[in-house]
């Protein structure tokens, strides 16, 4: 642990106290991930001919997020945690590759935002920790001086420099203020609630969730919302670009987490989308946008801005190329086929293998397979 820990040439930490074994970490499907996985599909294309109505049964997939949070946190226990439902992911896979080593991959850890916060359960577990600095989406500064000042009130001396060093002095009693929140009065800004006021007819049952959207018949429009991204339980600023992107009636989405979120803007509005944005807040303008858009060559520039480009073209007739489409697949597993399955036609172009893979018979899922022992 202490070679792999200071193998960075200008660390100047001493060997680790190990108070648990080291931890071993397979991953059943992908023993390995390659740090080429992300560079893998920088080539490839989704080619959507939108229109389609989209009709029928799509089972969802872990969320990365949670799954990224999740496997690191193991690292705080000791014996084996099995976890479930963990999405087959270029970042589920790089969080894997980093566990799994334990080395301070730079190369991986710069390329997700994730890999940063192994730093609390490696300092936590040996004393001291050196990690690269976080990644992920470039959707503003995403500073990091608050998780810093935190594991200084707990008694960790922190070093920034091009690496993240923390090495424990001493754990003083510290306290974390936890603002409590009025969750009731947030609550009505969820998605579900927007979507139901807007229109869309939803069953939540058990475990599935029944929606159906307008008819084409009655007019197919939602009507417009505002909304405001906002921490749990408000509206997450994960959804909001896909929102805006439903939106077809007069509408304001204000970004609130981040200053900046609004990338996909200048890509929908290469297909028409009649926005504009002010600021951190993007106005919707009415009836032009939705089923109206003309086809377009656009080009992801993050995961969730990418998303919105997708279930926009999938909305209105054309067809469309998108690119950049490495940053979409850090986020949804098994997109196009999922997709298929409920009518899109939406095939992935391999730029590398110059050709067109259709997904729709259905690829194996990994789903309930991918199983991570920690
Ligand atoms: C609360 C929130 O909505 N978090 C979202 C945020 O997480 P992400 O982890 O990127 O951001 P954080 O939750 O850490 O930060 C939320 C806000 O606090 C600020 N901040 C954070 C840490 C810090 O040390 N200093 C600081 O100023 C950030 O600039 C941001 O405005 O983007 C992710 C990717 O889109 C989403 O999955 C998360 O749901
Ligand atoms: C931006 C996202 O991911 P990351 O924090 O890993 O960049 C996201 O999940 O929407």
């Known amino acids: 642990m ?7 040439p200008n660390s100047t930490l001493s060997s680790p106290a190990l108070s648990l074994p080291h931890p071993k970490i397979h991953n059943y499907e992908n023993p ?6 992300l560079h893998a599909k920088w080539d490839a294309k989704l080619i959507i001919n939108g229109g389609s109505r989209l009709s029928g049964h799509v089972s969802l997939s872990g969320s990365k997020n949670s799954a990224l949070a999740i496997l690191e946190a193991a690292l705080c226990c000791s014996g084996t945690s099995k976890l479930t439902n963990v999405s087959n992911l270029s970042d589920t896979r790089m969080m894997a590759s980093i566990l799994y080593s334990l080395e301070p991959e730079l190369s991986g850890i710069a390329k997700i935002r994730g890999g940063f916060f192994v730093i609390g359960p490696l300092l936590g577990r040996f004393g001291e920790a050196v990690v690269g600095l976080p990644g992920g989406c470039d959707i503003w500064a995403r500073p990091i001086d608050i998780y810093i000042r935190g594991l200084q009130a707990l008694g960790a001396v922190v070093e920034v420099r ?5 090495k424990e002095s001493k754990w003083a009693p510290s306290y974390l203020l936890l603002q409590l929140l009025d969750l009731a009065s947030l609550y009505h800004t969820s998605l579900l609630d927007k979507l139901s006021g807007a229109g869309c007819k939803i069953f939540p049952r058990h475990s599935n969730l029944k929606l159906s959207a307008i008819p084409a018949s009655k007019g197919g429009d939602l009507r417009g919302f505002n909304v405001r991204t906002q921490p749990y339980p408000g509206l997450p600023t994960d959804l909001q670009p896909q929102t ?5 009636s007069s509408s304001i989405i204000e970004e609130s987490v981040f200053e900046n979120h609004m990338g996909h803007v ?6 028409g989308a009649k926005l504009e944005v002010c600021g951190s807040t993007a106005l919707v303008f009415g009836k032009e946008n939705g089923r109206h858009f003309s086809g377009s060559r656009v080009a992801a520039t993050d995961l969730r801005g990418g998303m919105s480009l997708v279930l926009a073209r999938l909305a209105s007739e054309g067809t469309t190329e998108i690119s950049g489409i490495s940053h979409i697949d850090r986020g949804y597993e098994n997109l196009e086929s999922k997709l298929c399955l409920i009518g899109a036609d939406i095939k992935r172009q391999d730029l590398n293998k110059g050709h067109a893979s259709n997904f729709s018979t259905p690829v194996r899922t990994s789903i309930t397979e991918s199983t991570y022992d920690i």
């Open 2 to 8: 202490a070679s792999t820990f200071n193998s960075n």
């Open 244 to 248: 805006m992107a439903l939106l077809s």
């Open 162 to 166: 091009m690496w993240a060093c923390a």
């Open 32 to 37: 390995r991930m390659l740090s080429s996985d």
């Open 266 to 271: 200048r890509e929908l509005q290469k297909f």
